[in-house]
């Protein structure tokens, strides 16, 4: 079993940033993929970001490509999402995801609890 803890949500204006970190704690040598996916009020859970423990590939969704950056800490088993220039649309909350295989876009086995970012307009 793999455990996520998500931190760094919070209440921004417009153009500001945000960075959220998610620990790992468990068995962490099984997890190969990290994504970050966000659920607005009243819309379905979309993908956000995913990197590979392997080359630290990253993959976006459109919506937030040039604007949020993912990366990891392997030493830490820790992933960050670095969301810069935000927008009122981005308002969601934001979930970590740990996946032990190659796939990004579902499929993930782990799942932590959540957190909320608001960017106000």
């Known amino acids: 079993q793999v455990q996520l803890v998500e931190s760094g949500g919070g209440l921004v204006q417009a153009g500001g940033s945000l960075r959220l970190s998610c620990a790992a704690s468990g068995r962490t040598s099984s997890v190969y993929t990290m994504g970050w996916f966000r659920q607005a009020p009243g819309k379905e859970r979309e993908f956000v970001a995913a990197?590979?423990?392997?080359?630290?590939?990253?993959y976006y969704t459109d919506s937030v490509k040039g604007r949020f950056t993912i990366s990891r800490d392997n030493a830490r088993n820790t992933v960050y999402l670095q969301m810069n220039s935000l927008k009122p649309e981005d308002t969601a909350v934001y979930y970590c995801?740990?996946?032990?295989?190659?796939?990004?876009?579902?499929?993930?086995?782990?799942w932590g609890q959540g957190t909320q970012v608001t960017v106000s307009s």
């Open positions: 995801a740990a996946s032990e295989s190659m796939r990004y876009l579902g499929g993930y086995d782990y």
């Open positions: 990197i590979r423990r392997s080359a630290g590939s990253t």
